[in-house]
């Protein structure tokens, strides 16, 4: 399997997870964060990132602060905002410091600390190299790392929280990148009405269209959106294009492909988990459609043939249309409902500590 050229940002992220003997003495673990059981035993982490309390609580200090981009004014917030599960409700956001639209939609972080592979095209392997995009993507932070290193170092605050979480003197690029890794890595959202029925906590009972909505799900749906993450975690292509021959834009339209080379891969792009879906309008890697109602009218009678188009979403050479009825709609919409999770949305430990 060939590799794509990964973004520049990416392979600086890379080589610095390498610099292994360079790096400072961690922190003693000292926090494992809750897990609720119908997702995992605990949060996976990587090894070289240990959980501490410190850690994550400057993780969301800079997660929110705007110091991060070139001009002060963005912050991984901006287009990441928590009553939205973490998106922001934009097509494609122009939210950045150039104010130039951005070709992706801005997904929800949602339980990321369970994706293999990030963005929707999985391109990043971890969120600790990821955060190298955002910040110098001339479009989203447009940040100098060195210069963004001398203005943590300048602050009045940073230096000392940067020492009680990570025992170090000069803050460096590796640890912004690892403390906002741990923030973002307790971004578990397993609490809404469709958790407590499964955990059968508080007496919770999902209503007869619930139930009729999740039975569709389960025959539909639940092949990729999958688990109780409501994500394989897997890419495919669930038939939004049938034309790829946009190759601008280092391929961002090819979705998969541009990593794999592989022509299966063509318009594939990572599942995306399915809570708190009725807040995070609007949807797909493009955000084209604009309520819930377009997608199941895609799902319905809109999905297009090509040779990479899924396996599940296809008979021989047609496309395999759902046809869902008006009730069936109204009960997969009820379903849907019960993956809202309003601790997740309105927690204050994930909140913006700049307001508290
Ligand atoms: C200007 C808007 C903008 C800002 C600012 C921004 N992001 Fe994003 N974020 C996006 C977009 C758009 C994507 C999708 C990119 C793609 O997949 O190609 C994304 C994707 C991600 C993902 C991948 C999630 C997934 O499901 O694969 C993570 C994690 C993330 N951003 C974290 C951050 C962090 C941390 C910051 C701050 C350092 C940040 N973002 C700043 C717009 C933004
Ligand atoms: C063959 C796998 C597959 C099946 C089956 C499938 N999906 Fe998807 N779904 C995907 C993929 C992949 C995406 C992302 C596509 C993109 O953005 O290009 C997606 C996107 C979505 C989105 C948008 C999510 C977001 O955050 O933007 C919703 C909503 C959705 N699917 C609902 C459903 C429902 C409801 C069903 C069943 C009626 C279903 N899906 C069946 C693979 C699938």
């Given at each position: 399997m060939r590799r794509a050229i990964i973004i520049l940002p990416l392979i600086i992220a890379g080589s610095l997870a390498c610099r292994k003997a360079e790096d400072p003495p961690s922190t003693p673990e000292d926090y494992n964060p809750e897990v609720p059981w119908n997702i995992d035993e605990s949060v996976p982490t990587v090894d070289r990132n240990p959980f501490s309390k410190k850690k994550i609580e400057l993780g969301r200090m800079l997660f929110y602060d705007p110091i991060l981009s070139s001009n002060n004014s963005i912050s991984c917030a901006t287009c990441h905002r928590q009553e939205k599960a973490f998106t922001d409700g934009i097509a494609l956001s122009s939210l950045g410091v150039s104010g130039k639209q951005l070709f992706r939609h801005s997904p929800g972080l949602i339980n990321a600390a369970w994706m293999p592979g990030l963005f929707w095209e999985g391109g990043a392997k971890d969120?600790?190299?990821?955060?190298?995009?955002?910040?110098?993507?001339?479009?989203?932070?447009?940040q100098d790392l060195r210069e963004l290193e001398n203005e943590l170092n300048a602050h009045p605050k940073y230096p000392n929280l940067f020492e009680e979480a990570f025992g170090i003197?000069?803050?460096?690029?590796?640890?912004?990148?690892?403390?906002?890794?741990?923030?973002?890595?307790?971004?578990i959202s397993g609490n809404s009405k469709y958790d407590q029925w499964v955990r059968g906590e508080n007496n919770v009972s999902l209503s007869n269209a619930e139930e009729r909505g999740l039975e569709l799900?389960?025959?539909?749906?639940?092949?990729?959106?999958a688990t109780d993450l409501f994500t394989d975690n897997a890419f495919h292509n669930n038939g939004l294009d049938d034309n790829f021959s946009n190759t601008s834009h280092e391929m961002i339209f090819l979705g998969r492909f541009r990593i794999t080379f592989d022509s299966a891969d063509l318009g594939a792009f990572k599942t995306p988990t399915l809570r708190n879906i009725m807040v995070t309008a609007p949807y797909m890697h493009d955000g084209r459609f604009e309520n819930i109602d377009e997608v199941l009218d895609h799902y319905s009678s809109?999905?297009?043939?090509?040779p990479s188009l899924d396996e599940l979403l296809r008979d021989g050479n047609s496309a395999v249309q759902m046809n869902l009825s008006v009730a069936e709609r109204e009960d997969l919409k009820s379903f849907l409902n019960t993956l809202t999770d309003q601790d997740f949305l309105t927690n204050p430990d994930l909140s913006d500590p700049f307001l508290q």
């Open positions: 969120l600790e190299s990821l955060v190298f995009g955002p910040i110098t993507n001339p479009d989203e932070m447009g003197k000069d803050i460096s690029r590796v640890e912004v990148a690892r403390a906002l890794a741990q923030f973002q890595r307790i971004l799900f389960r025959q539909k749906c639940s092949s990729c959106h809109e999905i297009k043939i090509s």
